[in-house]
């Protein structure tokens, strides 16, 4: 196991460079690089990541990468409405399916909560206040569990019209 990062917390793609493994689940989607297509995390793949991962010497380059959470995966895809407010500066995505808020700002995307820790250490006492970021497709497949207890799950039938859809969007 790795140990904590700090520049994971700042910067949570970095996560993602060393190890894949630990933040897929068997019904995510991710990209095959071999096949140039989007394909449903199964048992089959895991085995495939997890050999890849064990590999002392890295010759050649992964064949699986995550995929990066845009707009037109969360309009298009897991059909969400964006409102642009211009007051903050930010674009509210609403979920259809669900109700689950996601504020995108500036290319980013975060969790429409704020998650308060009180702090009271060395006689410094306050709170602090953050977002989660939301960086991937897998991320966001996991917040509307954890948030909504909305599971979604993709069939065949879903992925050939993602891989149509999102041809051009990867």
Not at 48 to 53: A, P
Not at 69 to 75: A, G, R
Not at 123 to 139: D, L, M, Q, R, Y
Not at 142 to 160: G, H, P, Q, V, W
Request: a neutral charge.
């Amino acid at each position: 196991m790795e140990k904590y990062n700090i520049e994971h917390y700042t910067n949570p793609e970095l996560s993602y460079h060393n190890s894949l493994l630990d933040k897929l689940k068997v019904g995510h989607l991710i990209y095959n690089i071999r096949q140039q297509r989007i394909v449903l995390v199964d048992t089959a793949v895991l085995e495939e990541i997890l050999e890849y991962e064990n590999k002392k010497e890295k010759t050649s380059e992964p064949n699986f990468v995550p995929l990066y959470l845009t707009h037109e995966w969360l309009v298009n895809v897991f059909n969400f409405e964006a409102k642009h407010m211009d007051t903050n500066g930010i674009t509210v995505y609403t979920s259809d399916r669900n109700g689950m808020k996601v504020h995108g700002q500036r290319g980013q995307f975060f969790v429409g909560v704020i998650i308060r820790e009180k702090i009271n250490s060395k006689g410094w006492k306050g709170t602090h206040a953050s977002k989660p970021p939301i960086c991937f497709v897998n991320e966001l497949m996991d917040y509307c569990f954890l948030l909504k207890r909305d599971m979604i799950t993709f069939n065949e039938y879903d992925l050939a019209q993602i891989n149509m859809l999102m041809k051009y969007n990867l």
